[in-house]
């Protein structure tokens, strides 16, 4: 048994994000100025690889920044033709809502 896991602490007075993503999808950091960028994973899923080594990733939040965290229930889910919705197509919401 394994698990994909994300877990995240905001110090709401500096912006800091500290977090670990094990396997999870890749949570999207949509800056104020528009840019889209996306926080890598930093270590594999917990319980798949015995004595799997694990790193903390940073990430400075500034004010009006924000970040989306998802399940792959997002980007695996279906349309009625069976289309798979995908990481490319949340990437691409993301991006034409930046530009309103």
């Known amino acids: 048994m394994f698990a994909a896991v ?6 709401t007075h500096s912006g800091l994000l500290t977090y670990i993503n094990c396997g999870s999808e890749h ?4 800056r104020c100025n528009g840019v889209i960028s996306y926080l890598g994973t930093t270590g594999p899923v917990l ?7 694990y790193s903390v990733g940073e990430c400075l939040l500034n004010d009006g920044d924000a970040f989306l965290v998802f ?22 919401i993301l991006e034409q809502q930046q530009a309103k």
């Open 6 to 11: 994300f877990l995240g602490v905001i110090d």
């Open 27 to 30: 949570p999207f950091v949509i």
């Open 47 to 53: 319980g798949l690889i015995p004595d799997a080594e």
């Open 71 to 92: 399940t792959d229930g997002v980007v695996d889910a279906n349309d009625e033709k069976g289309n798979l919705f995908g990481y490319a197509r949340l990437s691409d």
